[in-house]
């Protein structure tokens, strides 16, 4: 995948057709938090009260159509020196290096964006080897298993911690 067709930008309500595309899949889904969208009407809500006013949720473009999301939720008060970072993409695009290349722009970006932020964390159910890889590829560290950690899809799940601080090096 060349590179320079990979983009990151907040989310537009024109996003809402391609939203809906990837954001429909229960296999994209599966290990989010949120619930597949079903509806062009789903996706603009979603759009409009979730992902614009978050802090921080971007949309992955390709070709600057989104196909998937990345968001970065910072830690308040004495907890500011961390975030967790979460991301999915259309099942199109998996395998491309999409996702590895969208999370290593963030990576590179977000720690001069929040100069407190030392480290950024994520959360990845044990079953979810494709997201497990891709934080490997770019250079976090798995740090180890978090039984009965996660709430996801009505039951309580097992997951692994991966972190990645502004001083390692991002691969």
């Given at each position: 995948?060349?590179?320079?067709?990979?983009?990151?930008?907040?989310?537009?309500?024109?996003d809402?057709?391609?939203?809906l595309?990837?954001?429909?899949d229960?296999?994209?889904?599966?290990?989010?938090?949120?619930?597949?969208?079903t509806?062009?009407?789903?996706?603009?809500?979603?759009?409009?009260?979730?992902a614009i006013?978050?802090?921080w949720?971007?949309?992955?473009c390709l070709?600057?159509?989104?196909?998937?999301y990345?968001?970065?939720?910072?830690?308040?008060?004495?907890n500011?020196?961390r975030a967790?970072?979460?991301?999915?993409v259309?099942?199109?695009?998996?395998?491309?290096?999409i996702?590895?290349?969208?999370l290593?722009?963030?990576?590179?970006?977000?720690?001069?964006?929040?100069?407190?932020?030392?480290r950024?964390?994520?959360?990845?159910?044990?079953e979810?080897r494709?997201s497990?890889?891709?934080?490997?590829?770019?250079?976090?560290l798995?740090?180890?298993?978090?039984?009965?950690?996660?709430?996801?899809?009505?039951?309580?799940?097992?997951?692994?911690?991966?972190?990645?601080l502004?001083?390692?090096?991002?691969?």
């Amino acid at each position: 995948m060349d590179a320079s067709r990979i983009s990151i930008r907040p989310f537009k309500l024109s996003d809402a057709d391609d939203f809906l595309k990837w954001a429909s899949d229960d296999r994209v889904t599966r290990y989010l938090r949120w619930n597949t969208v079903t509806t062009k009407e789903e996706a603009l809500t979603y759009i409009e009260k979730v992902a614009i006013p978050h802090p921080w949720r971007r949309t992955i473009c390709l070709d600057d159509r989104s196909i998937g999301y990345i968001s970065v939720k910072r830690e308040s008060g004495d907890n500011k020196c961390r975030a967790y970072v979460s991301y999915a993409v259309g099942a199109a695009y998996w395998g491309q290096g999409i996702v590895s290349a969208a999370l290593r722009a963030v990576m590179s970006s977000v720690f001069d964006e929040f100069p407190d932020l030392v480290r950024l964390e994520a959360l990845v159910d044990i079953e979810n080897r494709a997201s497990q890889r891709v934080l490997g590829k770019v250079g976090f560290l798995k740090e180890g298993l978090l039984r009965k950690y996660g709430f996801c899809k009505g039951e309580v799940r097992d997951m692994f911690m991966y972190s990645f601080l502004s001083t390692d090096k991002i691969l």
